[in-house]
């Protein structure tokens, strides 16, 4: 975790070093820090999908993901949503193609049917953001 912090990205590091590291989960023996990271890493899935679904956020970025990160990390969400939904005659998804849907309909297809897909595409994404910024 200590590199992280010499970014200064402070405590939102936990986070990201969730996120980064897949195999931080097993290591980790504080119950109270996975659940935080659980709570973070729910909240971003829904960013992504309320972004997706064209709904207003709930959650500013910059308090889920460090300050310093988050104008990289929106431009990575934009890109995601594109893969997640077609917008031509409605809101369609990407990756089932089912539709179409109201914006509402498109958010709770997306949670409730792709919410680990999501997940599993922050986690890569913000993997790939640390990488970079390591450098
Ligand atoms: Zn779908």
Redesign the pocket.
Known sequence: MNHYNKLGLGYEAHILNYAGVAEYYNRCYSGVTVMRQEIALKKLVEYVARKAALLTQRYELEDLVAPSIAPFFEKVIDKMVVTLVKRNGGLR?N??D?GPFTKRGMYL?LIR??SKDIEFMVHEELRKLLEAMRK
């Open positions: 998804c990756l089932c089912k297809h049917v792709h």
